[in-house]
T-cell receptor, first 113, second 114 residues
């Protein structure tokens, strides 16, 4: 199974600022995903991070608000831009290889004031 | 798109008893159904999964059953222990593996009463 780490583990930010979250996998993986989990809620997919091309966003999420990079097969970043208190959530990175299950990182807990 | 419903939202059981969590899905093309356990302050951890060509899968005290005709699947935990207390999520995917989008249920908060 893949071991996934995220940085930062938590942060408190002021509205109007941006935060970049890093996701590192200990082995090469085919797929990487970014999810949002609002307090006490389920997980909602933000986008699929595609290596070497633009991310694929789910309905309700746009690139200007959540730009994503994936420069190689083990690393991805998610930026939460121009933050508002409604962006306060847990942001989770996950990864999967071909014919494998999807594993999650520990999450980044974001509070926007 | 796929919609996954999960029940109950909260469940309390006495230590040693069994717990059952049920999920239904809407897209008959879904083929992969994982279950995740999320402890406080941690990311979801995969505990068991099942694919559409299998009706039941067991791993020690945990089992999952799948009824494709009725489009529902269930998690069964036997001989529950305090460390089983967590939030459990079911999910569904159109592929046979986890390397595609997962649609999650709403979660079940399981509390084991000592």
């Amino acid at each position: 199974s893949a071991v996934i780490s995220q940085k930062p583990s938590r942060d408190i930010c002021q509205r109007g600022t941006s935060l970049t979250i890093q996701c590192q996998v200990d082995s090469q993986v085919t797929m990487m995903f970014w999810y949002r989990q609002q307090p006490g809620q389920s997980l909602t997919l933000i986008a699929t991070a595609n290596q070497g091309s633009e991310a694929t966003y789910e309905s309700g999420f746009v690139i200007d608000k959540f730009p994503i990079s994936r420069p190689n097969l083990t690393f991805s970043t998610l930026t939460v831009s121009n933050m508002s208190p409604e962006d306060s959530s847990i942001y989770l990175c996950s990864a999967a290889g071909n014919w494998e299950t999807q594993y999650f990182g520990p999450g980044t807990r974001l509070l926007v004031l | 798109g796929e919609n996954v419903e999960q029940h109950p939202s909260t469940l309390s059981v006495q230590e040693g008893d069994s717990a059952v969590i049920k999920c239904t899905y809407s897209d008959s093309a879904s083929n992969y159904f994982p279950w995740y356990k999320q402890e406080l302050g941690k990311g979801p951890q995969l505990i068991i999964d099942i694919r559409s060509n299998v009706g039941e899968k067991k791993d020690q005290r945990i089992a999952v059953t799948l009824n494709k005709t009725a489009k529902h699947f269930s998690l069964h935990i036997t001989e529950t222990q305090p460390e089983d207390s967590a939030v459990y999520f079911c999910a569904a995917s159109l592929t046979n593996f986890g390397n595609e989008k997962l649609t999650f249920g709403t979660g079940t908060r399981l509390t084991i009463i000592p």
